[in-house]
């Protein structure tokens, strides 16, 4: 069955006809061709696809395209100013180290977005709490947190000890 | 000593921007116009006889351009051993052989045609377990093979064990036991074969092996009747590697086949399940270790045997015993030592490379045993490493060349920041392991080569292609860093090119922690190269010596005369638009002087070795089993930190898999099938886990490193799990001697203990 919907994507206006067993993971990749968001298992358990729906963060793998009606969703391309200026999470991520391989990134942004909008300086144990639905493989997450917290303006650059023996 | 500009800084990673915007591309986001979907089917059985196929129906399935059986493809054999063929005809010897294919105008249509092929089975007794392989009259998973024993030469023997044993005055053995896991890469594995009208073939990938994947792609064409074609393999963004895209698979052959038959480029992406399922992980193994010292605690002997499941059939995991002779041979000053391996099939899934290729689990039985063999002969076990550490000059029993060896620093460090022999609160403890790794590239193959090529623009701005891999690690930006600083421009000015073997040079592939070493000497060689034509052209132009003349800040200035300089930019277009005008290339191909093994396993197998030692303060709980990390401590001889941040990543990433592989994680078989295949059930840590490591770089400059470089991939996740395993000890007194060490083991084990008085 197809039905008509009309909601904001990145601040605008969308309307047009989906499936009603389109995901919005689906929807965004595979209609709208918007490849930033990602999937890396369609079961909810990754994060990888995470998108904000309502400033909330959402597994857009597990979430009809149908729900979207009437609402706002932003993707990991919506997130940057027009004219291209990063987004502070984004530059902080950039500069913290806290992307490798990069696939979990637009998911983690996101959802440390939704994080910091509702809690603007949040404790770690917040941030692991509100990312424990994004997977990491490359990083061990650390790096990602402390990008977190640059973000939110609360923190100091870490860097490890370097220890030159030949100096000696 | 020279200010560096761009070398040990904290640069972020060159794609970064591009990931964190959505703009970086995977296998995942890419189509061709054309493009067809493939499907895989797999086997119903671990073991069973192929009786016969139908693909009638899914054949006559509205959209499907092609099914395939291995009936219907020339009888393409691929893998280290070359056991394995893309379509299995005959029988089937693990739940993951492909027995069919299909393309289809999309992945709903070939899903569905999937379920309309008939296959019918006849099962087959089958074997799981590699002992019971080894038995008389095991089922034998290849028959034209003869037994489940591998042929493989896996037997090294230097100095005199047997000698070394009657003399040591403290001996310990134990036996360990590792098991499945996988990388868990976050993006799947996915591919796009394409061919043109002339039958060339493009392969967009995520391998970490391009050029290897070059030539095995070649040989399956010809296999095909496509001799004398190209390949051509373009890399998307890859999602993760860790040395799961070390081999080609038979996917990828599939895609090929696939894309032969219909004419047009054909997809294949793996979903979360098959990416469990059909993608080879780090092997189980069964390992005996007899170590010895004598009366001072100097050790004597190391002798050490393994059973290793092989699966189904053979990648690269076959071949991880030549790694893990390297620790066992060479981790720490031991004079006599022997090995002895055996690879057995099974009818389980395959193994492969992953992340330290047989280190981790060689040294998780080295280490613990260490631990034990220090408290057997009264010493502090700290005390201990330190009286065997090796030390810069050493030559081991392989023959290993030591070179720069910050060993006993990163113990120190470990003992200091860790707050060793401090008191504990109760089931608290403290553990520590030690590692050694290649670090100056690994004579694996016949080149350990890698090549560059650099070009300048008219504005100098840099082009460089190389032949290495980046798969997140930060190739890219240690590779732009030193040219940077050889060249004296901005790292913003380098554009590093390592995505397509059309225009990058050939390089041996993105394993044994060789990148950095040896992708950035090669780098470093071009830019030498194009640097000294830059100085003689600046030496006509300015009316100075070569020899006098340096760049820097995008400039060629006069050594003597600091004040007499040439913008690099205006430099290269007066070089360019002049009579005879000149456009600066240059090339280098850079192969390490490192060694092949002999037969007897000895030869100087990297240029440079690294080393670390991991600590580990934990609390384990009694009445669950549950094992919390309080402080981990990384520290590591890396020779020099080209980019720290980076760095860093390579050594958290590291441990954190390093404590799934201690803690977590399992890949769970059932009579060969995957029990586990998703994220709730396989457990990788996630940011609830993540563990605060404290890491401690140790420089020691190698001189045969890049600006002092040795590798640091792998390393972080070699001796977490001995580190932990020894913590445990500490704090409860059971050994733990099987991974993943989880809740409901170490329990048993402390219910054991409790038991036996």
Sequence with gaps: ?168 | MKEFTAVGKPIPKLDAVDKATGRAMYIQDLKVPGMLYGKILYSKYPHARIVHMDTSKAKKLPGVRVVLTGDDIPPLKFGFYKDNTPLKRGKVRSYRDEVAAVAAVDPDVAQEALELIEVHYEPLPAVFDPEEALGEGAPLVHEEHRSNLLKLPWKMHLGDVEEARKQARYTVEDRFRVTWVTHCCMAPSGCIAMFDSSMNLTMYSNTQIPSLAQKDYLEALEGMGLKGRRVRVIKACIGGAFGSKLDTYAYEYIAILLAQATRKPVCILFDRKEEFVATSGRQPALIKIAQGCDGEGRLLFRDVSMILDNGAYTSWGATTPSVMMMPISSLYRVPNVRYEARCVYTNNTYSQAMRGYGNPQATFAIESSMDRLAEEAGIDRVDFRLRNANEPGDVTPQEFKITTCGLKDCIEEVRKRLGWGEPKQKDEGIGMACLIHVGGGARVYKSDGCGTIIKLDDYGKVDVFTGATDMGQGADTVIAQVVAEELGVEVEDVRVMHTDTDVCPWDVGAHASRTTFVACNSALGAARNIKERILEIASRQMGELPENLDIRNREVFSTREPEKRLELGKLLRKAHFSPSGQMLMAEYFYDPANENLDKTFRGNLSMTYTFGAHGVRVKVDRETGKVKVLKYVAAHDVGKAINPMLLEGQVYGGALMGIGYALTEQLLLDKGQVMNPNFRDYKILTAKDAVDVETCIVETLDKDGPFGAKGIGEPGCVPTAPAIANAIYDAVGVRMRELPMTPERVLAAILEQEKGG
């Design chain 1, 1 to 168: 069955m197809a039905r008509r919907i009309s909601f904001l994507l990145n601040g605008e206006v969308q309307e047009l006809e989906i499936e009603d067993h389109w995901t919005l993971l689906y929807l965004l990749r595979e209609e709208l061709g918007l490849t930033g968001t990602k999937e890396g298992c369609g079961s909810g358990e990754c994060g990888a696809c995470t998108v904000l729906v309502d400033n909330k963060a959402v597994n857009s793998c597990l979430y009809l395209a149908a729900e979207a009606d009437g609402k706002e969703v932003l993707t990991i391309e919506g997130l940057a100013s027009p004219d291209g200026t990063l987004h502070p999470l984004q530059r902080a991520f950039v500069e913290n180290g806290a992307i490798q391989c990069g696939f979990c990134t637009p998911g983690m942004i996101l959802s440390a977005k939704a994080l910091l909008d509702e809690n603007p300086s949040p404790t770690e144990e917040e941030i692991r709490h509100a990312l424990a639905g994004n997977l990491c493989r490359c990083t061990g997450y650390l790096q990602i947190f402390r990008a977190v917290k640059a973000a939110s303006g609360q923190f100091e650059k870490r860097s490890a000890e370097v220890i030159s023996r030949s100096a000696e």
